[in-house]
């Protein structure tokens, strides 16, 4: 058994890392047994067994600042920051207000690097295949708009991929004269050799890259993106992963995909500040890709040459850490198993409802937190409106080519007891 002190340590260190617990909270031993307590159970449980201890979430819920009077499902969207993040950000910003630019850009730029080197760390690759951007869609867009494609080429993507992505790969459609070939994904599936056949049977002679969303935002389906890349590889096609919903969501380094290109957002599941994302480019490939701001002072194949985007929001970018802090105090493994725990919770309470008819698997393989479902009679608008209307549960509706519902995501703060309330609401709605 670990001693107190130690354990008072890690929760210090969580507490620092949220800003939920105080200095006085120390003194009082009634909850400094809590916590060592809490800390106790949470270090000799498995990721899974830990996933049910509500002591500990307790502790996790009150690092956010909440409006309770809400019951937030759809932190698919953007997740709220817990407050150490919100704070930091507060704080750089206020730095940078006494002097912009001078604090912006003489003190708080030239500490990226060390950023950079931390999600490297986290991400599991070299900070040279790092750059650090505003969203999923601005690294996304950079690999689709900057590729070296050209009339015929073709590309293989699916219908259920995020709109933007869709979007600009029209856009190269339109302008280039490359060739789209859509794979149409049944929604939920629960065969993986399936899926990747059915991305595997749009591969030619002329396929030059594979686009593949790891979590689908429409559904949360999962898709094998490490087993379709070994498929791509094999006949010298390359990969771009969107990994908007997975990064911090799902436990994985970026190289365990197997991609060439990675795009993710950083204010969804790591909880960072609103407008911070990350562009992962694999080191031989970077001098192939064009960057949208080009800069000519930076050599064609440094990942920096990225980043050139003019003034930006310098506090935003620092207070990255924070949140990347937030979440390996909390532990990916354990995160992971509580965001599935949270989705098995509340759909195994409803699945039976005759009404009830579920677009996302209840399958660890092929789902986590992000969970689409609809009720018979009712439109999605329908749905989503009553919801928030009768019961004030924040969820997001899907009307998007055979999904019909609303989508709903529990983040690390999310009480059983606010899924008590959807359950609740679904048992009243499905009569």
Same mark, same amino acid.
């Given at each position: 058994?670990?001693?107190?002190?130690?354990?008072?340590?890690?929760?210090?260190?969580?507490?620092?890392?949220?800003?939920?617990?105080?200095?006085?909270?120390?003194?009082?031993?009634?909850?400094? /047994?809590?916590?060592?307590?809490?800390?106790?159970? $949470?270090?000799? =449980?498995?990721?899974?067994? @830990?996933?049910?201890? !509500?002591? #500990?979430?307790?502790?996790?819920?009150?690092?956010?600042?909440?409006?309770?009077?809400?019951?937030?499902?759809?932190?698919?969207?953007?997740?709220?920051?817990?407050?150490?993040?919100?704070?930091?950000?507060?704080?750089?910003?206020?730095?940078?207000?006494?002097?912009?630019?001078?604090?912006?850009?003489?003190?708080?730029?030239?500490?990226?690097?060390?950023?950079?080197?931390?999600?490297?760390?986290?991400?599991?690759?070299?900070?040279?295949?790092?750059?650090?951007?505003?969203?999923?869609?601005?690294?996304?867009?950079?690999?689709?708009?900057?590729?070296?494609?050209?009339?015929?080429?073709?590309?293989?993507?699916?219908?259920?991929?995020?709109?933007?992505?869709?979007?600009?790969?029209?856009?190269?459609?339109?302008?280039?004269?490359?060739? /789209?070939?859509?794979?149409?994904?049944?929604?939920? $599936?629960?065969? =993986?050799?399936?899926?990747? @056949?059915?991305?595997? !049977?749009? #591969?030619?002679?002329?396929?030059?890259?594979?686009?593949?969303?790891?979590?689908?935002?429409?559904?949360?389906?999962?898709?094998?993106?490490?087993?379709?890349?070994?498929?791509?590889?094999?006949?010298?096609?390359?990969?771009?992963?969107?990994?908007?919903?997975?990064?911090?969501?799902?436990?994985?380094?970026?190289?365990?995909?197997?991609?060439?290109?990675?795009?993710?957002?950083?204010?969804?599941?790591?909880?960072?500040?609103?407008?911070?994302?990350?562009?992962?480019?694999?080191?031989?490939?970077?001098?192939?890709?064009?960057?949208?701001?080009?800069?000519?002072?930076?050599?064609?194949?440094?990942?920096?040459?990225?980043?050139?985007?003019?003034?930006?929001?310098?506090?935003?970018?620092?207070?990255?850490?924070?949140?990347?802090?937030?979440?390996?105090?909390?532990?990916?493994?354990?995160?992971?198993?509580?965001?599935?725990?949270?989705? @098995?919770?509340?759909?195994?309470?409803?699945?039976?409802?005759?009404?009830?008819?579920?677009?996302?698997?209840?399958?660890?393989?092929?789902?986590?937190?992000?969970?689409?479902?609809?009720?018979?009679?009712?439109?999605?608008?329908?749905?989503?409106?009553?919801?928030?209307?009768?019961?004030?549960?924040?969820?997001?509706?899907?009307?998007?080519?055979?999904?019909?519902?609303?989508?709903?995501?529990?983040?690390?703060?999310?009480?059983?007891?606010?899924?008590?309330?959807?359950?609740?609401?679904?048992?009243?709605?499905?009569?």
């Amino acid at each position: 058994m670990l001693k107190t002190n130690t354990r008072r340590q890690f929760f210090k260190k969580l507490g620092a890392a949220t800003g939920a617990i105080t200095i006085g909270s120390w003194l009082d031993p009634i909850n400094a /047994l809590a916590i060592d307590n809490a800390f106790e159970r $949470i270090l000799a =449980k498995t990721p899974e067994e @830990s996933a049910k201890d !509500e002591e #500990f979430w307790y502790w996790v819920r009150q690092s956010y600042t909440l409006n309770y009077s809400l019951v937030n499902l759809n932190n698919g969207g953007v997740s709220p920051q817990p407050r150490v993040v919100q704070e930091a950000f507060e704080n750089f910003n206020n730095m940078s207000n006494e002097a912009p630019s001078y604090y912006m850009w003489r003190v708080l730029d030239k500490g990226r690097e060390r950023l950079r080197n931390s999600l490297a760390d986290f991400a599991g690759c070299s900070p040279d295949e790092i750059a650090i951007n505003r969203n999923a869609t601005e690294a996304l867009d950079t690999i689709v708009l900057g590729l070296p494609l050209k009339k015929g080429d073709e590309i293989v993507l699916s219908k259920y991929d995020y709109p933007h992505m869709v979007n600009v790969w029209k856009l190269r459609e339109k302008r280039d004269g490359i060739k /789209l070939k859509w794979v149409d994904l049944p929604m939920p $599936i629960e065969d =993986k050799d399936k899926i990747v @056949s059915l991305f595997e !049977e749009q #591969f030619t002679s002329k396929t030059k890259l594979v686009h593949i969303t790891h979590i689908i935002n429409w559904t949360g389906q999962i898709l094998p993106a490490k087993a379709i890349a070994a498929k791509a590889h094999e006949r010298g096609i390359e990969v771009l992963v969107d990994g908007a919903h997975s990064f911090a969501h799902l436990n994985y380094k970026i190289p365990d995909l197997d991609c060439d290109y990675f795009g993710t957002s950083l204010h969804k599941w790591l909880c960072a500040p609103f407008g911070t994302g990350l562009l992962y480019i694999k080191k031989d490939k970077i001098s192939k890709v064009n960057p949208l701001f080009p800069n000519v002072e930076i050599e064609l194949d440094d990942i920096r040459k990225f980043e050139h985007l003019g003034t930006r929001s310098f506090p935003a970018e620092y207070a990255i850490k924070n949140a990347l802090d937030f979440h390996l105090n909390i532990g990916p493994e354990r995160k992971h198993a509580r965001l599935s725990y949270l989705r @098995s919770y509340w759909t195994d309470k409803v699945k039976d409802l005759p009404k009830v008819k579920f677009f996302t698997s209840q399958q660890d393989e092929f789902s986590c937190s992000l969970f689409t479902f609809g009720i018979d009679g009712f439109s999605p608008a329908e749905l989503e409106q009553g919801l928030m209307k009768k019961y004030n549960i924040h969820t997001s509706l899907v009307n998007h080519e055979a999904v019909a519902g609303v989508r709903v995501t529990p983040h690390v703060y999310t009480s059983t007891k606010d899924l008590d309330v959807l359950v609740n609401a679904i048992r009243e709605l499905a009569v």
